[in-house]
């Protein structure tokens, strides 16, 4: 009975562990390192709830789609939900990879949304090489899904 009681507990720890176990992501952090939590969203569900100049502190997943080629200042993340989200890094602290494009990202940091304006869309435009003809076609504010990432997570796979 001894023999019977030990190996259900083991069978039962092992149970126990391979069921909490997290996600894992192998790859390169850029600013603060962070722990992964269970709650990251790869949709645009955080910015559900945001309203006006708000901001919620939250971590979002997701493809990278474009990086600034100039310094690796900024970045374009796709979203599960087929939204994009435009982020920063904190304090311009840190950089990321110009050839990061194609890559799954988590981002720690704050969620918001921003107007951005003609000139701030046509700065971002020119760093992504648009044409004369292209950057004329911007004339008005547009509304963005934004996030100010305190720290990246790179994955080493797609």
Same mark, same amino acid.
């Given at each position: 009975?001894?023999?019977?009681?030990? !190996?259900?507990?083991?069978?039962?720890v092992?149970?126990?562990?391979v069921? *909490?176990?997290?996600?894992?992501?192998q790859?390169?952090?850029?600013?603060?390192? !962070?722990k992964?939590?269970?709650?990251a969203?790869?949709?645009?569900?955080?910015f559900?709830?945001?309203?006006?100049?708000? %901001?919620? $502190?939250?971590q979002?997943?997701?493809?990278?789609?474009?990086? *600034? $080629?100039?310094?690796? *200042?900024?970045?374009?993340? $796709?979203l599960?939900? &087929?939204?994009?989200?435009?982020v920063r890094f904190?304090?311009?602290?840190?950089?990321?990879?110009?050839d990061?494009?194609?890559?799954?990202?988590?981002?720690?940091g704050?969620?918001?949304?921003? +107007?951005? %304006?003609?000139?701030?869309?046509k700065?971002?435009? +020119? &760093?992504?090489?648009?044409s004369?003809?292209?950057?004329?076609q911007?004339?008005?504010?547009?509304?963005?899904?934004?996030?100010?990432? &305190?720290?990246?997570?790179?994955?080493? $796979?797609?």
């Amino acid at each position: 009975m001894k023999i019977f009681n030990t !190996f259900t507990t083991v069978f039962l720890v092992g149970i126990l562990m391979v069921s *909490c176990k997290q996600e894992t992501i192998q790859g390169d952090y850029f600013g603060e390192e !962070f722990k992964i939590s269970r709650k990251a969203s790869k949709t645009s569900a955080p910015f559900d709830g945001i309203t006006g100049k708000d %901001s919620l $502190q939250t971590q979002i997943v997701g493809e990278i789609k474009e990086v *600034c $080629q100039a310094k690796g *200042c900024w970045m374009k993340v $796709q979203l599960e939900s &087929d939204e994009e989200v435009f982020v920063r890094f904190k304090d311009y602290g840190f950089f990321v990879p110009k050839d990061a494009a194609g890559k799954k990202v988590v981002m720690n940091g704050a969620a918001f949304y921003e +107007e951005m %304006s003609v000139e701030d869309q046509k700065h971002y435009a +020119e &760093d992504e090489g648009a044409s004369e003809d292209e950057l004329a076609q911007i004339t008005a504010p547009k509304k963005t899904l934004r996030f100010e990432a &305190d720290g990246v997570l790179i994955a080493d $796979q797609p």
